[in-house]
């Protein structure tokens, strides 16, 4: 009875994070080409940054399996709506993008890159970011104006 518990609540957890991944539309799931066409080509320009946006970028590499990567997804939920317009968040599942992982030498999980607006550089943040942590790097080095409360 407690092996069918602990697999029934398993199976719910799962799905419902794939839902919520699935059905949010603010982040954008990404591949190894979608990061060559829209953010950066890192093959033509490996020695540059010759950045391709147009709003400020957050990359989260994660994976479903990471419990630290789950526990961000809510707060980058909550950040894309609140900077919609100023701010494009990005997701890279490593199990399925796994050249991408290694092309940013990923190995352990949550891995977060920013990229302000101007292009200007490329910050890595490993490990979970507390939500108050991530509004500070969005307001003061990727868009450079705090949200107004409303």
């Given at each position: 009875?407690?092996?069918?518990?602990?697999?029934?609540?398993?199976?719910?957890?799962?799905?419902?994070?794939?839902?919520?991944?699935?059905k949010?539309?603010?982040?954008?799931?990404?591949?190894?080409?979608?990061?060559?066409?829209?953010?950066?080509?890192?093959?033509?320009?490996?020695?540059?940054?010759?950045?391709?946006?147009?709003?400020?970028?957050?990359?989260?590499?994660?994976?479903?399996?990471?419990?630290?990567?789950?526990?961000?997804?809510?707060?980058?939920?909550?950040?894309?709506?609140?900077?919609?317009?100023?701010?494009?968040?990005?997701?890279?599942?490593?199990?399925?993008?796994p050249?991408?992982?290694?092309?940013?030498?990923?190995?352990?999980?949550?891995?977060?890159?920013?990229?302000?607006?101007?292009?200007?550089?490329?910050?890595r943040?490993?490990?979970?970011?507390?939500?108050?942590?991530?509004?500070?790097?969005?307001?003061?080095?990727?868009?450079?104006?705090?949200?107004?409360?409303?």
């Open positions: 009875m407690k092996r069918i518990f602990v697999f029934s609540f398993l199976l719910l957890m799962a799905c419902a994070t794939s839902c919520s991944l699935e949010d539309k603010k982040m954008q799931h990404i591949t190894y080409q979608d990061y060559i066409d829209k953010i950066w080509d890192f093959e033509k320009h490996p020695d540059s940054l010759v950045f391709k946006g147009n709003t400020a970028v957050i990359i989260d590499f994660y994976s479903k399996s990471c419990r630290p990567c789950m526990m961000l997804l809510p707060i980058m939920e909550k950040m894309a709506e609140e900077y919609e317009g100023d701010l494009t968040i990005y997701k890279v599942n490593v199990d399925k993008e050249a991408l992982a290694k092309a940013f030498r990923v190995k352990g999980l949550p891995v977060v890159y920013y990229i302000p607006a101007s292009g200007s550089r490329i910050k943040q490993d490990g979970l970011p507390s939500e108050e942590s991530l509004r500070t790097i969005i307001e003061q080095e990727l868009i450079d104006k705090p949200k107004q409360e409303e």
